[in-house]
């Protein structure tokens, strides 16, 4: 089978450079675009709007969509000097999981997602559960999950799994 739309999830993590690492290498045999998403957190809380809901002032997550932009934009260049000519790259506020895992693979037709093995500690997956499993089990396509580099060596995730924001 040949992917034609290929979304990976980007955090700034290692784990997710490894899973753009991959994605590149599958997106040029396919031929397929490349779709890189940064997810921000950001969740509805009791703000006093119409419903009683809504998002916070998006004004306080802006360093962390600039951050981002500015690490997409990098993927981005890395993408294209690799071969792959049909590349998108977006930063959403919202859940991390739903936006990855079920909005925007429906919105764009997504036919295959590649997302890094998460570095959650065990209490983190039991509170919040990882994003991966929500990922292979929600997702309306395809699903690589990635937990070794561009040679297939396994990775001590443990080290610097997140940079500094």
Do not use: W
Not at 39 to 65: L, S
Not at 76 to 88: H, P, R
Not at 143 to 161: P, R, Y
């Amino acid at each position: 089978m040949s992917y034609q739309k290929i979304l990976v999830g980007i955090d700034g993590s290692k784990q997710s450079d490894m899973a753009f690492d991959k994605a590149v290498e599958t997106a040029k045999q396919s031929g397929a675009k490349l779709y890189l998403l940064s997810v921000i957190n950001g969740e509805r809380i009791p703000n006093g709007g119409p419903n009683g809901y809504g998002f916070i002032d998006r004004g306080i997550y802006q360093p962390a969509i600039d951050t981002m932009k500015k690490k997409l934009a990098e993927y981005e260049q890395k993408a294209k000097q690799a071969g792959i000519t049909d590349v998108s790259t977006e930063v959403e506020i919202g859940n991390a999981k739903l936006e990855l895992a079920e909005n925007y693979p429906s919105q764009n037709d997504i036919d295959l997602i590649v997302i890094g093995a998460t570095g959650l500690n065990v209490v983190g997956r039991l509170i919040v559960g990882s994003t991966a499993a929500y990922t292979i089990r929600e997702a309306p396509c395809d699903v690589t999950v990635v937990k070794t580099d561009k040679n297939n060596h396994k990775v001590d995730l443990k080290k610097n799994s997140y940079p500094e924001i």
